[in-house]
Antibody, heavy 118, light 110 residues
């Protein structure tokens, strides 16, 4: 079965770039959409954006100016970069398969907590 | 504030039935499928109901979903202690061209 695992620094300084990787095992990223979602502590989930395996992307307008999602088919990995972070970007970040156009998000990674603090 | 509205919490006793609501609008629930997820503490969210009422393989028939207009509901019958979790709804939003979520409902089995 397909499994997703997020990884990256747990602490990022304000104004710097948050960079996370999602490693997919048990299946190929080819042929699918892949989404990033985050959940600030005590708050609801927020869709960040998605990427098609061939590189096509779309982002939440509220984050579009600061976010880049990419895919590496040779490594079977997805990446998330969020620039100029503030404390408001502190959240658990999840990657998940699909979610586009009415398809369910399944499966999800467990998520990784990123804290923005000096 | 989440685009989809759910009650923040619900408490029930074992064996009872609970219904969790999810309210949205015409650009999301009103025009697209609703999906429901279960999240146990420290675990990845798990798909519970997809396309309004479909159950993935392995999900017990104690879990059921429905949708009417711009609202949807998740019903859980014969509640067990292991059902204690966070439940949230999600739907595609045509205006956002992205996924919107409910704020989540924390279910406590007393």
């Amino acid at each position: 079965q397909v499994q997703l695992q997020e990884s990256g620094p747990g602490l990022v300084k304000p104004s710097e770039t948050l960079s996370l990787t999602c490693t997919v095992s048990g299946g190929s990223i080819s042929g699918y959409y892949w989404s990033w979602i985050r959940q600030p502590p005590g708050k609801g989930l927020e869709w960040i954006g998605f990427i098609y395996y061939n590189g096509g992307t779309d982002y939440n307008p509220s984050l579009k100016s600061r976010v880049t999602i990419s895919a590496d088919t040779s490594k079977n990995q997805l990446s998330l970069n969020l620039r100029s972070v503030t404390a408001a970007d502190t959240a658990v970040y999840h990657c998940a398969r699909d979610g586009v156009g009415g398809q369910p998000l399944q499966p999800w990674g467990q998520g990784t907590l990123v804290t923005v603090s000096s | 504030q989440s685009v989809l509205t759910q009650p923040p919490s619900a408490s029930v006793t074992p064996g009872q039935r609970v219904t969790i609501s999810c309210s949205g609008g015409s650009s999301n629930i009103g025009n697209n499928y609703v999906h429901w997820y279960q999240q146990l503490p420290g675990a990845a969210p798990k798909l519970l109901i997809y396309r309004n009422h479909q159950r993935p393989s392995g999900v017990p028939d104690r879990f059921s979903g429905s949708k009417s207009g711009t609202s949807a509901s998740l019903a859980i019958s014969g509640l067990r202690s292991e059902d204690e979790a966070q439940y949230f709804c999600a739907a595609w939003d045509d205006s956002l061209s992205g996924v919107v979520f409910g704020g989540g409902t924390k279910l406590t089995v007393l």
